[in-house]
């Protein structure tokens, strides 16, 4: 065996997931050897007499090599965690135990040391929370009458889109559709995208929206954008913006966003996905993607980091709200598969969880090359962000210190919150009588299909609401919005 540094060793062997800082007991990687020839040259012939683990630079540790597995294990000094590797027919998967009772329904308790290790799901944690549990036979269910739906209707809706791009949506350079889901409860967070996107003269012709409403149909056209309404898939979507996250009305648009990417990856084309409550600081083709010699080529799907590195989110902690993929064998499987897999979104409320959950097997099963952007880097900032403590971050944001390509309002509780936040940000644009209504109901719009001149504010509009959170200005004088929490400023 050796070890060698983990810096160096992640540069070297690209694990595509957002990696951990570094700190005292998490410093180097150990490699152990099948046999003494795939040991590193200089330490061969020590091998047999060696008291201690050499180190050896990540060149030299892989240099005999012609195979190597990867495991990514915890580093917290909170489980008393043994690894066993076994000589058996080979496996790709790690097999979970733990000492915890069974319960009279098949699922277990907490974990007792007094109890014997017994294999449980990797979802299980120390407080018998289980973050995978199979979905039940009325979620099958419901899954089911949706795909039944979606595929007796697969047909009609490809040609629909087709007649669309063709005399309509302008894909860029021919081949990438930006894509994008919304119901007339979030409209305002649309507009405000567009808002934001004009105020920065971002071309946003090959942005396609996915409406799950009439209302909302009419408004994204208004807008300037290309926009799909299907009655057969879409017309059980309430139309009302989800009043927390991973209630009903929210699983139901989480779905519908599966739909849609996978729906564009059939067409052929490649795709970057977003949510509503996303802006643009550059544009997310021209200047990152598609960017000629960009170092996202190599890669067939790219993600934001989420930020929140739980049991659930594990290994990747990919945001399902910002993501690009490259159409190509792999990528359509792997999204043919979240499609089917849709029982899994109800059953836990997130189409993040299930869409990693299948992303990790199929980087195994198929070798797909999947990057994401970790948390700790500038480009993609979001929720984790927005809510540091230090709030060092959005302090470099609003200097201009840091110039990323989007800002990403996750981790919020509702839409009013992302709209509070926009403003105090200095990044809502959308006038107040057009919030919350449908274009016959904004006054001058009835009769033009250009709302931008109607409900765009070219200068943002700056609101304070809480002095805790960030504010492009000092917003001391608002309540907190987290009970004992000081002021941003």
């Not at 071309?203 to 929206?209: E, G, I, K, N, R």
């Not at 110039?403 to 509702?414: A, D, E, G, R, V």
């Not at 919030?435 to 070219?458: D, H, P, W």
Request: net charge neutral; glycine share 6%; proline share 4%.
């Amino acid at each position: 065996m050796a070890i060698t540094p983990k810096s160096n060793f992640t540069e070297l062997i690209d694990l595509g997931v957002p990696l951990d800082k570094i700190k005292t007991g998490s410093t180097h990687v150990l490699i152990l050897y099948s046999q003494g020839r795939a040991m590193p040259t200089a330490i061969q012939e020590q091998s047999l007499k060696q008291t201690f683990v050499p180190e050896v630079s990540h060149t030299e540790a892989l240099e005999n090599c012609d195979y190597l597995n990867v495991q990514l294990v915890d580093h917290s000094k909170s489980r008393k965690q043994c690894l066993a590797l076994v000589p058996q027919y080979e496996s790709y998967h790690l097999q979970k135990w733990m000492r915890v009772p069974v319960k009279a329904n098949g699922f277990h308790g907490s974990l007792d040391r007094k109890q014997p290790l017994r294999l449980v799901s990797r979802g299980l944690n120390g407080k018998a929370k289980e973050e995978f549990p199979p979905p039940g036979k009325g979620v099958t269910e419901r899954a089911f009458a949706m795909l039944k739906t979606y595929l007796n209707s697969l047909d009609d809706v490809k040609k629909d889109l087709k007649d669309l791009i063709q005399n309509g949506l302008k894909p860029y350079n021919d081949k990438v559709i930006i894509v994008m889901v919304c119901n007339f409860g979030q409209s305002e967070l649309l507009m405000n995208f567009v808002c934001h996107a004009r105020s920065k003269n971002f071309d946003t012709s090959s942005v396609l929206v996915f409406a799950t409403d009439t209302e909302t149909e009419d408004l994204a056209k208004s807008l300037g954008l290309a926009a799909y309404y299907d009655e057969r898939n879409f017309g059980h979507i309430p139309s009302e913006a989800a009043k927390r996250y991973g209630d009903n009305r929210f699983t139901a648009m989480m779905v519908a966003k599966i739909v849609c990417v996978q729906l564009i990856s059939h067409l052929g084309y490649d795709f970057l996905f977003q949510d509503v409550d996303i802006l643009w600081y550059k544009h997310p083709l021209s200047d990152y993607f598609v960017k000629p010699g960009h170092w996202t080529e190599k890669y067939d799907a790219i993600f934001q980091d989420d930020g929140g590195h739980s049991v659930r989110y594990a290994p990747y902690s990919a945001n399902s709200g910002f993501y690009y993929v490259r159409h190509n064998d792999r990528t359509r499987s792997f999204l043919n598969t979240l499609l089917m897999s849709s029982d899994i979104i109800i059953q836990t409320d997130s189409h993040q969880q299930a869409m990693i959950a299948i992303l990790n097997e199929h980087v195994s099963l198929y070798g797909l090359r999947v990057k994401v952007v970790s948390r700790d880097e500038e480009d993609m900032p979001g929720g984790y962000q927005w809510n540091m403590k230090s709030g060092s971050y959005m302090k470099a944001f609003f200097s201009g210190e840091i110039k990323p390509l989007i800002f990403h309002m996750s981790w919020t509780m509702n839409k009013d919150n992302k709209i509070k936040y926009f403003q105090q940000m200095g990044a809502w644009h959308v006038e107040e009588r057009c919030i919350a209504k449908r274009k016959n109901e904004i006054s001058g719009a009835a009769s033009s299909n250009e709302l931008t001149s109607t409900c765009c504010s070219v200068e943002p509009i700056f609101k304070c609401h809480y002095r805790d959170k960030p504010s492009v200005h000092p917003c001391k004088d608002s309540p907190p919005i987290d009970a004992g929490r000081s002021s941003f400023w």
